[in-house]
Nanobody, 121 residues
């Protein structure tokens, strides 16, 4: 089993920043990719960004240039730095661990409970 605990969500104003963290524990390989999904109100979950254990990354077009994903393999922790936030970034953000061997296709295998991010205009 893998446990993922997100933190850092909350309320931000448009143009502001937030940093999400995700602490991972349990039986998982540090070689697995990890990623962040977002579910906006009334919309399907979408992959925002993902990162391999070696640091290769991929971003949704909406996140490019504004969001940065990083990970600390020693601490089994994933981060998402979000800058220049807009109301369209509002949603529940989920930390995930992906399946190995599928990159650059990211296939989530484990999900956290999610953390709410609300951006006001």
């Amino acid at each position: 089993q893998v446990q993922l605990v997100e933190s850092g969500g909350g309320l931000a104003q448009a143009g502001g920043s937030l940093r999400l963290s995700c602490a991972a524990s349990g039986s998982m390989s540090r070689l697995n990719p990890m990623g962040w999904y977002r579910q906006a109100p009334g919309k399907q979950r979408e992959l925002v960004t993902a990162i391999t254990s070696g640091g290769s990354t991929k971003y949704a077009d909406s996140a490019k240039g504004r969001f940065t994903i990083t990970r600390d393999n020693a601490k089994n922790t994933l981060y998402l730095q979000m800058n220049s936030l807009t109301p369209e970034d509002t949603g529940v953000y989920y930390c995930t661990v992906g399946r190995g061997g599928t990159w650059p296709i990211y296939v989530p295998a484990y999900w956290g409970q999610g953390t709410q991010v609300t951006v006001s205009s």
